[in-house]
């Protein structure tokens, strides 16, 4: 299996700052991606995280509010911008390996805004 | 986009009892995991199963995809096996990695 660190594991942030998750994989990944989940919910994909080149989000997230970066194959950052209460949420780093097709998670970044 | 459907939504046991969770999916899969959500948030991966039957200690699940169903047992359950159950597809080709995930079963188990 492969091993995701995310850091902040936690935080609690004030409305209107930004926060930048990182994520470190410690093998070659294929693919990395970033997930949403608030409160009570399931988990929503924000975006693919593309090596050298800007993410590709999905419906109803833009770059302005999440920021993505992959510099390297193993390596990813999500920015939260100007948060406010309703980003409180788990974010999640997953990603595909070189073989096999299972996919990882990393143990997830715990952000409450107030 | 698939859809994905689990149930129940809630599922209360007493220890030592045995227990189904079932996901129905919209669509062709080309990946299909279980996951187990613990209390601090974490996401374990329980088994890559987008078709066939697999078996990891008291767990198993089989997935049936001409059917469009999988399911997942739980045996003997202890309350360490509380927490939130996730059953997450994707269609491959160019949707390859980007999970859809259902709206879980939240497993209570008491001793």
């Known amino acids: 299996s492969a091993v995701i660190s995310q850091k902040p594991s936690r935080d609690i942030c004030q409305r209107g700052t930004s926060l930048t998750i990182q994520c470190q994989v410690d093998?070659?990944?294929?693919?990395m991606f970033w997930y949403r989940q608030q409160p009570g919910q399931s988990l929503t994909l924000i975006a693919t995280a593309n090596q050298g080149s800007e993410a590709t989000y999905e419906s109803g997230f833009v770059i302005d509010k999440f920021p993505i970066s992959r510099p390297n194959l193993t390596f990813s950052t999500l920015t939260v911008s100007n948060m406010s209460p309703e980003d409180s949420s788990i974010y999640l780093c997953s990603a595909t390996r070189v073989t096999g097709n299972t996919i990882y998670f990393g143990e997830g970044s715990w952000l409450t805004v107030v | 986009g698939i859809q994905v459907e689990q149930s129940p939504p809630d599922l209360i046991l007493q220890e030592g009892a045995n227990s189904t969770l079932r996901c129905n999916f919209s669509?062709?899969?080309?990946?299909l995991q279980w996951f187990h959500q613990n209390p601090w948030g974490q996401l374990i991966n329980l088994f890559y199963?987008?078709?066939g039957t697999k078996q990891n200690g008291r767990l198993s699940a089989t997935t049936v995809a001409t059917e469009r169903y999988s399911l997942l047992y739980i045996s003997s359950s202890q309350t360490t096996d509380s927490g939130v159950y996730f059953c997450a597809v994707d269609a491959g080709g160019t949707s390859y990695g980007k999970l859809t995930f259902g709206q879980g079963t939240i497993l209570t188990v008491h001793p």
């Open positions: 093998s070659q990944v294929t693919m």
């Open positions: 199963i987008p078709s």
């Open positions: 669509d062709s899969v080309n990946n």
